[in-house]
């Protein structure tokens, strides 16, 4: 009975040692799918980090002209929104370096969106300065700004005079945005 009782034991260690961990052959089969997922992933994630971008540059140029209006209003002050070293159509348009500067008539820089966190994003304008008045914080110009990752996909941030309103949309309703009208 005692050397069944060792054989028994010498059984079960034996057992536990060889599922105790992995190969070397079965984590290199491991790897080798996990690189070829990632590598079959990659370009989804590439274009969703663009479609990110492109979202983020209109929510922050939406953001800018909101404040330029607000603060036009709040201070008394006129307020002008000036693009600087961009191009005047789509045609044009370059992932050059680039600002959109919101100033105050007395100098000092409210608010500012630049090239410098959307370098691959090309953008445009169709106005050189957009003015807020002071006392109903419309713009004093219809106009837009127009960017794009992929040329086939540009969105548009609208000023409108008339109804003082800023419209974000897109052509071919990309990105999930309304399509400009």
């Not at 069944?4 to 190969?23: A, M, P, W």
């Not at 070829?36 to 990659?42: E, I, P």
């Not at 479609?51 to 006129?78: D, F």
């Not at 003015?131 to 409108?160: C, I, Q, Y």
């Amino acid at each position: 009975m005692a050397r069944e009782t060792t054989d028994r034991l010498h059984f079960i260690y034996s057992n536990q040692r060889k599922v105790c961990g992995f190969t070397l052959l079965e984590l290199m089969i491991v790897i080798t799918v996990m690189m070829v997922l990632a590598t079959a992933a990659a370009p989804s994630f590439s274009a969703l980090i663009e479609s990110n971008k492109v979202k983020r540059l209109a929510t922050e140029i939406e953001w800018l002209l909101v404040q330029a209006k607000s603060e036009s209003v709040l201070r008394g002050l006129a307020v002008m929104v000036q693009p600087k070293t961009m191009a005047g159509t789509s045609a044009a348009a370059s992932s050059s370096p680039w600002s959109i500067e919101a100033t105050l008539s007395n100098g000092t820089v409210l608010g500012k969106v630049s090239s410098a966190d959307f370098p691959s994003i090309k953008i445009y304008e169709n106005f050189s300065t957009l003015g807020f008045d002071s006392l109903t914080g419309r713009p004093n110009k219809d106009g837009h700004f127009g960017f794009f990752a992929d040329s086939s996909k540009m969105v548009r941030v609208e000023v409108r005079k008339m109804t003082g309103r800023l419209v974000s949309c897109s052509d071919g309703g990309a990105y999930g945005y309304t399509q400009c009208p």
